[in-house]
Each structure stands twice: as structure tokens, then as C-alpha cells.
């Protein structure tokens, strides 16, 4: 197994829904996600938009003095259905061309409460960290609760050997966003022995095509 440290966070992508949800202690925690990283200087960068609780963070984070990216697939600002963006916006072509650029801008994420979309974001990062693409922390804001059952499902993917017990660290999870992030500033991330012998550096896999083209020539 090898342990690969991150440096001192200073940009932070936040998934999390475009709706309130039911309890008001979701809002409530997202506001007060906001606020905590302003006053750790820490910057935002997120899917755009102003409602529910991804529209909370981002406008707690506005208010406290930090910088903040919304990153937009062009068809979702068009329709006007997300709310105006609080900060610097960017467009893009797809949702997955918004998932990469957010992931170049940031050192980690969290993951407040949410649905599909939220759900396909962690599960999108997670794998690339279980496959040694990278090894930026990755949390879930567990909100009275709301992960519980999801991190329940993760401990049975292990024991079905679906998952690896490794693979199964990678997701950090607290009840309040100051330990959360304290626990994302000190995480080290362990990476499989087998996965920490992939190589996805640019440069290899261009010289690897040359060799290759050489050889059928």
C-alpha cells in the first residue's frame, strides 16, 4: 500500500443539491459550510447557480470574502433554471466537461446532501481516486444522517469483495463541516498496491503512441 499526502487546501469544489431538500437543517448546513470556508480563506469553485443548498454555500462563501467559480454547461445557463451564479462564471459544452474542469481548479471536494447529479459527482471522483488518477480528499457533509445509508451500502460492496477495504477509505465523512475539513487538510490518501502502478501521465502515454506508431511503420 502507499500513502500519497495532498498540499494545504486552498480551493475547494462543493457537490450538493439544487433543491433545499425536506429538513431545514440541510440549508442550514450548507450556509454554515459557506461561511467556515470564508473564514479559512478557503475558495469555491461548484456546478453555478443560486438555489437550494449549492446556491446556500455559495452565497455564505460571496458574503465571507472569498473567490468563487461556477462552472456551467451552456444549455443549463441558457434555460435559466439554476439561478444566477454568485462570482466568477464559466461555460462549458457538457456536464462532463464542467466534472474536469472543476476538478482541475481544486485540491478537494465535498458533498453536501443531494441527488443524481450529486450522487454521479462522488461516485465520478471517487473512482478516479481508487484508480491513482489523482489523490485530492474527497467528503461527504453527512447531514443528520443523509449518507448513512449510503456508506452502509459501501461496508457491504466490501464484504462481497466488490470493493476493496483501500477503495472504501477514500470517501471521509463528518457531521460538521469544521471537522470535515479539518479531516480533508490531514488526509492521506492510501492507494492500492495494484492501482499505485497505473501510470496516467500525459507525457508517458504520448511517448508510448510514438513508440507504437514507430513499430507499425
Known amino acids: 500500500m502507499i500513502g500519497s499526502s495532498v498540499p494545504k487546501i486552498k480551493n475547494i469544489c462543493v457537490f450538493g443539491g439544487s433543491s433545499p431538500g425536506k429538513e431545514k437543517e440541510f440549508l442550514e448546513s450548507a450556509n454554515h459550510l459557506g461561511r467556515v470556508l470564508a473564514e ?5 469553485v461548484y456546478g453555478g447557480g443560486s ?10 462563501v460571496f458574503l465571507g470574502g472569498s473567490q468563487i467559480l461556477g462552472v456551467i454547461p451552456k ?8 439561478g444566477k451564479t454568485i462570482g466568477e462564471e464559466l461555460h462549458v459544452s457538457t456536464i462532463s466537461e464542467r466534472l474536469s474542469v472543476m476538478f482541475n481548479h481544486v485540491d478537494a471536494f465535498i458533498a453536501l446532501p443531494g441527488g443524481l447529479g450529486t450522487l454521479e459527482e462522488i461516485f465520478h471522483i471517487s473512482s478516479w481516486a481508487q484508480l491513482n488518477i489523482h489523490q485530492k480528499p474527497i467528503g461527504l457533509l453527512n447531514v443528520n444522517g443523509f449518507y448513512n445509508t449510503l456508506l452502509s451500502f459501501l461496508d457491504h460492496a466490501v464484504e462481497q469483495q466488490f470493493l476493496t477495504f483501500s477503495a472504501l477509505q ?17 488526509f492521506i490518501l492510501v492507494v492500492d498496491s495494484f492501482m499505485s502502478r497505473l501510470n496516467w501521465s500525459i507525457t508517458e502515454r504520448c511517448k508510448k503512441l510514438r513508440l507504437d506508431l514507430s513499430l507499425s511503420l
Open 40 to 44: 479559512r480563506k478557503i475558495h469555491l
Open 51 to 60: 438555489l437550494g443548498l449549492i446556491g446556500g454555500v455559495s452565497i455564505a
Open 75 to 82: 444549455a443549463l445557463a441558457e434555460g435559466d433554471i439554476i
Open 170 to 186: 477514500i470517501l471521509i465523512s463528518a457531521t460538521t463541516a469544521e471537522q470535515l475539513i479539518d479531516e480533508l487538510q490531514s
